[in-house]
């Protein structure tokens, strides 16, 4: 969806609206301009729309149009038609203001005028964003003055401080029903046997042949809290046949994880350790995080199983156990960024920066990167009722966008899942979810060791894979 609207924000409209509804982004002034004639083009004759302000003062307010935006030129009347608030400085404080009937027409629809509503205008012909006061400045004529629509007590000033400076304008599709008519990613079968077949797919997993390395090697890195060690426990769960807690894990606000953990998962009929590891890694703190050079001795197989990150002072040579001349089996082969799906508007910059630095890292070395989109259930209801629409949400579509724009991946390499947290039993739907993205990585880290073998094959670098 790529929008800035929430999945509280989604139900409380459907609420006021008076049925489940699902919200379809059309028209965003700070992805599409702020054209009159842009967002009639995005906007006009397509259906029930709501159109939500996002001022500098972080209110968000907007209004409701049962009728069609239009070129028409006129003054008209929607008796369905209301006006909103969500947040008043950054407060979830809703809000709804009725049409107070008799008192004519509400909305304006012409070419010249973006969204307008009477008490709540937004801009004629074009408007353009003011580098100085980091905003669109919009319309504030009769601002919530309660001329057309009932504000109660509440005034312009209580709503909107007063001005109606923007740093987005966002209108939706208001459709019928949660979904999107189509899946916007290829749906797995959510059954017993799609499960038990990925289930095999990864038992029967070997690493490239050439490569000749014992194990796949994938490196889990993220945000405090986001969900790393949970995920590591629901792959282990899935395949002992219960709930279990291999790694600590819950929420802190210190990570959990200290220390570089090589863990693995064993076939539950042969008891045999299934043919990769899951390396497990200290969560990033906007404070006390994993410091550069730890990323790098990571990355290439220098510390050893159970090194204890030091946020204060950087790994060295002098390390017990320290890997002097790491060969490709002690480097990682995929490295799997697991972000905090629910946080993502409120993610820290330092978080950003230290994600996109443990990108390049990787980059430079040529290992392969995903990420694993995770608590989708605490963004999209639908999502928490049954996990099977995973890939039917638009709120966890846009969540997908989001996540790849923020690391600068492709949107095909960021995975949605779930992680067991509260549950106590296994679930079908949530093993399929978790066990296709570990199986993704295990083809990335493949793709990574067939690179290795091909370098050293044409002679162009070196491949150090003696054991």
């Known amino acids: 969806m790529d929008g800035l609207l929430r999945c509280t924000d989604q139900k409380q409209l459907s609420e006021w609206i008076g049925r489940e509804c699902h919200f379809r982004l059309l028209y965003k002034i700070t992805r599409d301009g702020g054209s009159s004639e842009k967002f009639h083009e995005l906007c006009d004759n397509k259906g029930p729309t709501v159109t939500i302000f996002y001022n500098t003062g972080s209110n968000v307010y907007g209004g409701y149009l049962s009728e069609r935006w239009s070129c028409s030129g006129v003054w008209a009347t929607d008796q369905n038609a209301f006006l909103f608030k969500l947040y008043t400085a950054a407060n979830w404080m809703p809000k709804i203001f009725h049409y107070i009937k008799g008192k004519g027409n509400n909305y304006y629809k012409d070419l010249k005028c973006g969204p307008c509503f009477q008490n709540l205008l937004s801009f004629e012909n074009s408007v353009v964003f003011n580098k100085t ?13 309660g001329s057309h629509f009932d504000m109660g007590e509440e005034t312009g000033f209580s709503v909107a401080n007063g001005h ?14 949660p979904f999107v008519e189509e ?100 969560g990033i703190e906007v404070e006390l995080s994993i410091k550069d050079e730890d990323i790098g001795f990571t990355l290439d197989g220098n510390l050893p199983n159970h090194y204890t990150f030091n946020p204060f002072e950087k790994a060295s040579t002098k390390v017990p156990g320290f890997v002097k001349d ?30 996109k630095y443990i990108k390049a890292l990787a980059e430079d070395r040529g290992i392969p990167q995903l990420v694993f989109l995770t608590k ?27 996540a790849a ?13 779930k992680n067991y947290e509260k549950k106590t039993k296994l679930h079908t739907n949530l093993d399929i979810v978790a066990l296709g993205a570990l199986y993704q990585a295990l083809v990335f880290a493949d793709d990574f060791l067939e690179n290795q073998c091909d370098v050293k ?10 054991d």
């Open 183 to 282: 899946a916007w990613r290829e749906s797995p079968e959510w059954n017993l046997q799609a499960c038990q077949e990925l289930k095999e797919n990864i038992i029967r997993h070997e690493p490239f042949e050439e490569a000749n390395v014992p194990e796949s090697n994938i490196l889990l890195v993220g945000q405090v809290d986001a969900g790393k060690s949970s995920f590591l426990n629901t792959i282990n769960s899935i395949f002992k046949g219960k709930i279990s807690s291999r790694s600590c894990s819950g929420s802190t606000e210190n990570s959990l994880t200290k220390s570089f953990g090589k863990f693995h998962i064993r076939d539950p009929t042969s008891k045999k350790r299934l043919k990769f590891s899951i390396c497990d890694t200290r």
């Open 133 to 145: 006061r980091s905003c669109f400045p919009l319309k504030t004529s009769n601002l919530l003055n």
């Open 457 to 466: 094959q044409g002679g162009t670098g070196e491949l150090n894979t003696k």
């Open 326 to 355: 790491p060969t490709l089996k002690d480097r990682m082969h995929v490295v799997v960024f697991v972000i905090d799906g629910s946080t993502l508007d409120v993610l820290p910059e330092i978080i950003i920066k230290k994600l």
């Open 164 to 177: 109606n400076n923007v740093t987005d304008l966002e209108v939706y599709l208001v459709k019928d029903g």
């Open 376 to 402: 989708m259930d605490k963004i999209c209801e639908h999502v928490k009722k049954d996990i099977s629409n995973m890939f039917t949400s638009e709120i966890v579509e846009g969540a997908v966008n989001k």
């Open 405 to 417: 724009n923020i690391i600068a991946i492709p949107r095909s390499h960021v995975f949605p899942v």
